[in-house]
């Protein structure tokens, strides 16, 4: 069956430095894909898209990557602050028989950033 | 700015007690959707609703039903509860169908079953 998973639930870097958070997804008909940050006690909050024609999006301090051939997307935060300490969660949005969107979640990673 | 809110944030029940968990959006969106968050297993779509009156099923639907009888509201109930449902709830809304929408969630409601 389709999923989309992180590799590492958990991932430290000092402030400062950048981070790479990775997800992998199986459905290669997925032409959507959004990272969340869901702080604590906090519902998700959208981050960055990118679509299935893009290999590359960037926004304030991130940037998504999308390698099609493999499979994988990447969220990458540079100089990483401590307000970035998070779960960030890949997902893929899907439409849905009937109307509307399904949003497939991967498990999460917590970012954890060291002073 | 209120967005998406979820009340209560807090509850817990004993088994077999039912209960009503309320999402309100005031952004005039016509999608909502209700999810639950369990560790290790991200979040899981129970039901959702592509406009006022009407509801689907997501992924988990069994022991829950939804209505949305008013565009803004979309309720999520629990007729008897069990321990398994034992859970982070989450409701999100877009406004639109298409697959390349953002949705934006509520703060969540963590629900305890004893």
């Known amino acids: 069956g389709e999923s989309v998973g992180l590799h590492l639930p958990t991932l430290s870097v000092q402030e400062g430095d950048n981070s790479i958070i990775n997800c992998a997804y199986s459905?290669?008909?997925?032409?959507?894909f959004i990272w969340y940050k869901q702080e604590s006690g906090k519902g998700p909050q959208f981050i960055i898209d990118?679509?299935?024609?893009?290999d590359k999006r960037q926004g304030q301090r991130v940037t998504v990557l999308l390698n099609k051939t493999v499979k994988h997307l990447s969220l990458q935060i540079a100089a990483t602050q401590p307000g970035d300490s998070a779960v960030y969660f890949c997902?893929?949005?899907?439409?849905?028989?009937?109307?509307?969107?399904?949003?497939?979640f991967g498990t999460g990673t917590q970012l954890k950033v060291e002073l | 700015n209120a967005g998406v809110t979820q009340t209560p944030k807090f509850r817990v029940l004993k088994t077999g007690q039912s209960m009503t968990l309320l999402c309100a959006q005031d952004?005039?969106?016509?999608?909502m959707y209700w999810y639950r968050q369990d560790p290790g297993m991200g979040l899981r779509l129970i039901h959702y609703?592509?406009?006022?009156?009407?509801?689907a099923k997501g992924e988990v639907p069994d022991g829950y039903n939804v209505s949305r009888l008013k565009k803004q509201n979309f309720l999520l109930g629990l007729e008897s509860a069990a321990p398994s449902q034992t859970s982070v709830y989450f409701c999100?809304?877009?406004?639109?169908?298409?697959?390349?929408?953002?949705?934006?969630f509520g703060q969540g409601t963590r629900l305890t079953v004893v």
């Open positions: 999100a809304s877009s406004y639109s169908p298409r697959a390349d929408t953002e949705a934006f």
């Open positions: 459905n290669s008909a997925s032409d959507y």
């Open positions: 990118i679509r299935s024609n893009m």
């Open positions: 997902a893929e949005n899907r439409r849905v028989t009937g109307g509307g969107n399904k949003l497939t």
């Open positions: 952004m005039n969106h016509e999608y």
């Open positions: 609703s592509v406009g006022e009156g009407t509801t």
